[in-house]
């Protein structure tokens, strides 16, 4: 027996995700570009805050080795997570309609630029740089029982030092959110192209 509800739910969606998007195709080019390519911004400043936090970790363990290796995965993995986030959570639900409450657009840009574009670049340059440090034997590394103090204070300093730029991430992406969620409301407000009055 066939799930009808699920089917007319995802027609749904795509008549009201066709139907937006044809409205936001009148809207002048950077408006459209910010509704378009804002997931990108978030993106490529979680790259940056991933490529910070990876040179902190070298410089802390002493790892000069695998600059390119350790650089790439750093930029590009953090770049990835938190373009597809702010998609997933806050562009695709604005133009589909779930998400209709400015408020709660710009927690949840702020929330998304928090956690996948400021802490998790950080958080992944911790296992990056700590394999390297073993590999390299770049610095010496805690025994078995001192495993968590040891790390903990390695991160210290970092986590200081990263403090501005997740802040930055965090206002960036809420402040893109509240910009977002007004195009949006200006695009809905224009009338449907090729609309016929009869």
Avoid at 171 to 195: C, D, T, W
């Amino acid at each position: 027996m066939k799930n009808h509800g699920s089917d007319d739910i995802v027609k749904e969606n795509l008549t009201i995700l066709d139907i937006t998007t044809k409205k936001i195709n009148q809207l002048p080019e950077a408006e459209r570009n910010l509704l378009v390519h804002g997931s990108t911004f978030i993106g490529l400043n979680a790259a940056l805050c991933g490529l910070i936090a990876n040179s902190l970790f070298r410089r802390i363990l002493n790892v000069t080795q695998a600059r390119i290796a350790a650089g790439l995965p750093m930029a590009v993995i953090p770049f990835l997570t938190a373009h597809v986030s702010y998609d997933g959570f806050i562009s695709l639900p604005l133009s589909t309609g779930y998400l209709n409450c400015e408020t709660c657009t710009v927690t949840r840009a702020g929330l998304v630029g928090l956690t996948f574009g400021g802490l998790y670049p950080v958080f992944l340059a911790l296992p990056v740089n700590g394999g390297l440090a073993a590999r390299y034997q770049s610095s010496p590394l805690p025994e078995k029982g001192n495993i968590l103090t040891y790390w903990i204070r390695i991160s210290k300093p970092v986590f200081r030092k990263m403090l501005f730029p997740i802040l930055l991430q965090t206002v960036f992406a809420a402040y893109l959110g509240s910009r977002q969620y007004k195009v949006l409301i200006k695009a809905l407000q224009l009338p449907e192209p090729g609309l016929k009055i009869h």
